[in-house]
């Protein structure tokens, strides 16, 4: 069974910083491309960050240069590093994995950036 556990919100003052982490079991996780995405109430969910097998990333062009993904395999855990945090990045955060058709999501973690 497939599982990601997100941890890490909280609330932080703008201009500050969060690192959220995703562990995951019951997969092979070396091997899989590992996204964050959020959702901030009554919006869609979007794409945040992604990270490739090798470490390659990539960031959706609102946190360029802010944030920071990054993946410890030996551990299965995936982390967002979020600096210079402003109100508008207020959202629960999930990280999302895809195995063939299947897409996995954690509980998700909540983040409030106060102004």
């Known amino acids: 069974q497939v599982q990601l556990v997100e941890s890490g919100g909280g609330l932080v003052q703008a201009g500050g910083s969060l690192r959220l982490s995703c562990a995951a079991s019951?997969?092979?996780?070396?091997?899989?491309?590992i996204a964050w995405y959020r959702q901030a109430p009554g919006k869609q969910r979007e794409f945040v960050a992604g990270?490739?097998?090798?470490?390659?990333?990539n960031y959706a062009d609102s946190v360029k240069g802010r944030f920071a993904i990054s993946r410890d395999n030996a551990k299965n855990t995936v982390y967002l590093q979020m600096n210079i945090l402003k109100p508008e990045a207020t959202a629960v955060y999930y990280c999302n994995i895809n195995q063939g058709s299947d897409a996995y999501w954690g509980q998700g973690t909540q983040v409030t950036v106060s102004a």
């Open positions: 019951g997969i092979i996780f070396s091997n899989k491309f």
């Open positions: 990270i490739n097998r090798l470490g390659l990333a």
